[in-house]
């Protein structure tokens, strides 16, 4: 089981390169056809393919096979593409998602992604892919405002065991499992990601003061960062859109998967965006409680807020970033919006 709907383009393709979001690199027909041989070989028929918007970083299908049925292929971007882009972005981000599917099994198990065949070698196309069976129920985000009170509350009360579950996974270094640097401190990892966000602002024309500050904080608060129980294993960029829920055999919402996990690293747990989504509005405040709840911790402590608004500015200065890189979109009339999101988040 992965990934399910997300949001579906306009399943067309023209001159046999099917359309994606236009900030992503588009994938051709004959190139969709020949990583589907590899996976399943010559005997299974392609019915049809929709592309899935809604992301940012994979071109990602919806393929419906004769005899396999529906199945998610996600396809990375190209090395050219993450070169070109802000310094977080990287072309290896889903074979960190297998090493971290492996390292979440013990504490998520069923609820993560089931890998159908993967090519890292770049045989079929020069960009990593995987296909994986498609997860089971919706998106939270798109039902998580019309659910009753009570149920509403009885999954974000969910949610935060499960994010605590996942954290209680212990590392050796701060960092990426796979194909990215290693840290022996938390603190020398958040001036690694600064220091990236700083040299992204440069290059994509933002403004350099807020980012400036961002290290600054870091560098103020570096016994701070790196008092902590060690590296934990986070999703990094778990939100609603990242949940999957569906009904049980009594009609009770469950949480039924989690999607998108090439970005998990050891970090600390507080760097969890849904954590800091919270204090940013991309959360809804009302859940907040039922979330920490669960979790069993509410990160009241004087350090934890010193150290929430630090992350805070990471996770908005990641959205400035991403923003500016696709400066096209209309999307980018919110800049400045974060931008004073994240100055505010560093004042406190």
Known sequence: M????GKRCQPAARHGVWLVPDWLEPVSRDQIER?????????????SMTPLGGGSINSTFEVMLRDQGSVILRVAPSDALAARGPSWLTPWGL???????????PALGGLLPATIASGFDRAEIERDWVVQERMPGVQLSTVDAALLPDERT?????LGNLTRRLHETPGDWFGAPVAGPRFDRLSALLRHD??????DAARFGLPDAPFERLLGWIDELTDTFDDNPGPRLVHSDLARSHVFVDRDGDREWRISGIIDLE???FADPQLERLITSFQWGNAPLEMKQAFLGGYGRHFDAPEDRLRLGVYVALALAWSAT??????QRANWANLPDVIAQMEDALLG
């Open 95 to 105: 074979r960190r998602e297998q090493a971290v599917i492996a390292l979440a099994t």
């Open 2 to 5: 992965t990934h399910g709907e």
């Open 35 to 47: 990583i589907l041989k590899a996976a399943f070989g010559n005997g299974e028929t392609v019915a």
């Open 263 to 265: 970005f998990g690293r």
């Open 322 to 327: 991403i923003l500016a890189f696709h400066g």
């Open 154 to 158: 009885a999954l974000w009360i969910d």
């Open 194 to 199: 600064a220091a990236g966000l700083r040299d």
